[in-house]
């Protein structure tokens, strides 16, 4: 059985400690020492003790893409070690699609037939990705998130909360895409794509 680390002690990893059971879970990695009176003994100290548990599982429990990136460059080149995938039962993933090593998918998420999902992504609650989508690295998207099918998607992208993609659109890396965009065109590199009307500038 899995032991797992928490990289992170906010609110997504509050969220992502409801997860796993509790026998499996080992406790948090934070830099903010503040969270030793609210975790107590799971509390296992900062990011610098990471050496101490390398035996374990670690799941990426942040949400800034920019944090996340740090973080993953680290483990792939301090510690020789990539993050833990970790699929949560209530999801659907068809047995067709791909998910690589450090994603997380979260309750009710549905990812349709022949999607390949990258490395450390974190796909929130209720988010649908339809068939044949092709998604890079270090992507999160937010809560109801909808992607239609054939959407090709970058690196280091962060999607808002019901955001809605359409079909066969292509979406390069690094944008930051607010809740509630209607995505109907194509989004090259390092854009903010915000509602009303879906206005695009750069970041």
Do not use: W
């Not at 509790?22 to 990471?50: A, C, H, P, Q, R």
């Not at 949560?88 to 009710?108: L, M, Y």
């Not at 970058?154 to 993609?165: E, K, L, P, R, V």
């Amino acid at each position: 059985m899995s032991k797992y680390i928490l990289i992170g002690g906010g609110g997504l990893s509050k969220e992502v400690q409801t997860y796993i059971k509790k026998d499996t879970f080992l406790g948090v990695l934070d830099d903010d020492d503040n969270l030793k009176s609210k975790l107590k003994e799971k509390y296992l100290g900062s990011l610098k003790d990471i050496q101490k548990y390398t035996k374990y599982d670690f799941l990426l429990c942040i949400g800034n893409v920019d944090k996340r990136n740090e973080l993953i460059k680290y483990f792939e080149n301090s510690i020789n070690k990539s993050f833990t995938s970790l699929i949560h039962e209530k999801a659907f993933v068809d047995q067709s699609s791909k998910i690589d090593n450090g994603t997380i998918i979260c309750p009710n998420v549905f990812i349709g037939p022949n999607t390949k999902i990258g490395a450390n992504c974190l796909i929130n609650n209720n988010t649908f990705i339809a068939h044949d989508c092709v998604i890079g690295n270090n992507n999160v998207f937010g809560p109801k998130v909808c992607i239609n099918g054939n959407v090709q998607i970058g690196d280091g992208n962060i999607f808002g909360a019901t955001t809605m993609i359409e079909r066969d659109i292509k979406i390069g890396s690094l944008n930051k895409v607010m809740s509630g965009v209607n995505l109907l065109n194509n989004l090259a590199d390092k854009k903010l794509a915000m509602p009303s009307k879906t206005i695009i500038t750069n970041i």
